[in-house]
């Protein structure tokens, strides 16, 4: 069986669950199916009902909030959804010796924190291009500002989503 997204009443994404969980969650009326695959259904002897791709909490759950603030690149690349921030290239098409690298807008050279705020996704020509140089300088601008991502939007994200599921992670991508 595929994975289930379970959003907290509020609607925010909260996880992945089994579909067999999500089934008895719904089952049980502490859930309710918010998306459900348009082909597929569940089906026993005595019943039927829709195969649950999203639901969502009935009563909100506080759910504690641990964010490590270190910059990790799976995390940074995802953020930027895997494309140079400079020239706008996906991972996809980078050439063979091309790889996206963690790029710092203000270079730690020139005072610059290896930080949120201050780190873009670049591919190595284009990090290599803007060099230590501040933006301004290289004439080179980020497409995004950068900004200290939603946590859990983005381990959602990194995981198998379908995009019936993607529409309600991606918009708590930059919420604070």
Known sequence: MSQTLILNASAEPLSFIPVRRAIVLVLKEKAEIVEEHVEKRIRSANWEMPYPLVVRLVH????????????????????????????????SVL????RLTREHVKPVSRGGAD??????TACSTCNHKK???LPYEAKMYPKTTPF??????IVLLGQAAGIEQRRYIEPFINKN
């Open 95 to 98: 050439g063979r010796k091309e």
């Open 60 to 91: 909100y759950v506080q759910i504690p909030r641990r964010w490590r603030s270190v910059v990790t690149n799976p995390i940074l690349f995802a953020r930027d959804g895997y494309a140079c921030q400079y020239c706008g290239r996906h991972r």
């Open 148 to 153: 200290e991502p939603r946590y859990i939007a």
């Open 131 to 133: 060099g230590s140089r």
């Open 115 to 120: 930080a949120w705020d201050n780190v873009t």
